[in-house]
Structure formats: structure tokens, C-alpha cells
């Protein structure tokens, strides 16, 4: 049976990479999925054809879908979407905060506009929909689930990636603060960790063998991610089968975060 039957989402940055593997995905449990996108309406047109051919093959009713702009860092837009989504679905039982950006840059040089950017969408954005969804669930009164995709740059430093870096430690922080402070009232909120993953965001690798080599070599299972990979794990936290976990993140990164250096014994000199 599917694990999402008649749930209603909201995926932000669901048009592309792993936003729209986690909208497949939970189309095919049986969810209505509100798709996000800031900038190109025709990806997520695109998103929504995979998404209602995926429900249709596990609902003959077929579900809801709805395609929705905002830009995840603007107070306003956040609003407007929010108000759009629940007066279409009725109401939002689980929101999924996907939409994240990065600009490598020596932390020397950095501007104020290459931290602020990174910044404001990949934290600041999460919290403001994690604002609304909280507000709108606490109204409602029937609990609700947030899942933020952060990444295992959440506790692995990344050099010239600082406000990646401390964007994902700053999701990580507030996943455990929101879920300890809703935890009483029916709100689940955790997040995935993905490891180095096939998307657009990894453009710069993914599409040149040589340098995909080079990044898998550092993955202690040899190979780097699908984003249907990373969205199965979201699909089982969105779930009833993850109901009593809340404040975690789920690393789904090939062993990434098992310090891979120590797969020899070098600090024993063996
Ligand atoms: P992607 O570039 O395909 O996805 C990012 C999505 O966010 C895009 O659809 C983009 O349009 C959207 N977005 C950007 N700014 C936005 C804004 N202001 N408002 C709304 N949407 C906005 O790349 P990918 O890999 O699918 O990234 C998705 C998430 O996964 C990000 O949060 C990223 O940090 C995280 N992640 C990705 C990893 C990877 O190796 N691909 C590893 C760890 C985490």
C-alpha cells in the first residue's frame, strides 16, 4: 500500500535534481504534491508530467498536483504560496524544504552577497516556510511533518563553501530546535543528509568522467548517489513507519560521514 495515500506536500525547488526525485517519489505513495520552482516554469511543467504519471500508476483517481513560484527567501512570497496551496489542497499535512543554492569562493574573498545569497535561501528559506507550515499545522490542529534536505555538509567542513557549510550546520540546529519545541503538539521535523548526488547542482563533476572519478574515489562505496536514492529516504520519513523519530538527520551518503580516511589504519602506523 502506498506509505503517503491522500497526503498533501509541499516540495520547495521541486522542479529539478533531488526536489523533483522526492515529488516523483511521492506521487507514486499515493500523495498530492504542491511543486515549487523560482525561476523556470517549463522544468517544472516538466515535473508535473512525471508526477501525475507516477500517481496514475498507483491511483486510478488520479491525484493533485499544483505548480507554485515563489522564491523561498522573500517573507512575502512564502505567504502567498503557503495561502495558495492550502486554499487548492484544503490543507498541507507534510512540507518539505528541498531548495538550496551554492557558490564556491576562498573565504577571503568572499562578498557579503556570496555568503548573503547562500544564506538567505538555503537557512533563511527553510525557516520561513518552516514558519508557515508550523503556524498553518498548529491551527489545524491535526500535527504535521517538516523534512529539510540538508546535506552531509551539515558536520563535514567544506572549504570554500563556507556559507554552505553553515547554512546546512545552522538546518541541522534547526531541526532539532523546532522538533523539540513542537514535539508535543504532533509536528515531526528531521532531516536527510545527502551525500555527493547525480543533480544539476553538481554540473561541474557529474557530467565529466574523469572528474566524477575523482569525486567517487573519495566515497567509501564507490559511487556517488541517485536522487532516487536520496527521495526514498525522504518518502520513509514523511511516513507513519518514521512516527516517533523527530530531530535527526538521516546521512544517505555512500559512507561519507565514516571519516574515509580511516579506511587504513595510518593514525596507528600500521
Ligand atoms: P538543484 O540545483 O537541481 O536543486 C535546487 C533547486 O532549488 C532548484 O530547482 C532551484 O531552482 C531551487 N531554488 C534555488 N533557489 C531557490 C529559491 N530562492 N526559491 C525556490 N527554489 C529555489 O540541485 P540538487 O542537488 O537537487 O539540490 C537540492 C537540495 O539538495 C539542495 O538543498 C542541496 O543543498 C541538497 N544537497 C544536494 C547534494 C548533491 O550532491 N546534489 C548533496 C547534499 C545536499
Known amino acids: 500500500m502506498p506509505k503517503l495515500e491522500g497526503k498533501n506536500v509541499l516540495i520547495t525547488g521541486a522542479s529539478t535534481g533531488i526536489g523533483q526525485a522526492i515529488a516523483i517519489r511521492f506521487a507514486r505513495e499515493g500523495a498530492n504534491v504542491a511543486i515549487n520552482y523560482s525561476r523556470s516554469k517549463e522544468e517544472a511543467e516538466n515535473t508535473e508530467v512525471l508526477v501525475n504519471q507516477a500517481c496514475m500508476a498507483v ?89 529539510n534536505n540538508s546535506s552531509v555538509h551539515e558536520i563535514i567542513p567544506k572549504p570554500k563553501y563556507l556559507s554552505y557549510s553553515i547554512s546546512k550546520g545552522g538546518m541541522e540546529n534547526m531541526t532539532k530546535t523546532l522538533a523539540l519545541e513542537y514535539a508535543g503538539r504532533g509536528i515531526r521535523v528531521n532531516a536527510v543528509g545527502p551525500g555527493a548526488t547525480i543533480t544539476p547542482i553538481n554540473r561541474a563533476w557529474a557530467e565529466d568522467p574523469k572528474a566524477k572519478a575523482e569525486v567517487e574515489s573519495h566515497i567509501p562505496m564507490g559511487r556517488a548517489a541517485t536522487s532516487e536514492e536520496i527521495a526514498a529516504a525522504f518518502a520513509f520519513l514523511a511516513s507513519d513507519e518514521a512516527s516517533y523519530i523527530t530531530g535527526q538527520t538521516l546521512f544517505v551518503d555512500g559512507g561519507l560521514t565514516l571519516y574515509p580516511e580511516f579506511r587504513v589504519a595510518w593514525s596507528s602506523g600500521e
Do not use: T
Open 59 to 147: 491511483r486510478e483517481s488520479g491525484c493533485k498536483d499544483l505548480i507554485v513560484q515563489a522564491d523561498v527567501s522573500q517573507e512575502d512570497q512564502v505567504s502567498e504560496m503557503f495561502e495558495r496551496v492550502i486554499r487548492e489542497f484544503g490543507h498541507i499535512d507534510i512540507l518539505v524544504n528541498n531548495a538550496g543554492v551554492q557558490r564556491p569562493v576562498a573565504s577571503h574573498e568572499m562578498e557579503m552577497e556570496d555568503f548573503d545569497w547562500v544564506v538567505r535561501i538555503n537557512l533563511r528559506g527553510a525557516w520561513l516556510c518552516a514558519r508557515a507550515a508550523i503556524r498553518h499545522f498548529l491551527q489545524r490542529g491535526a500535527g504535521g511533518v517538516i523534512l
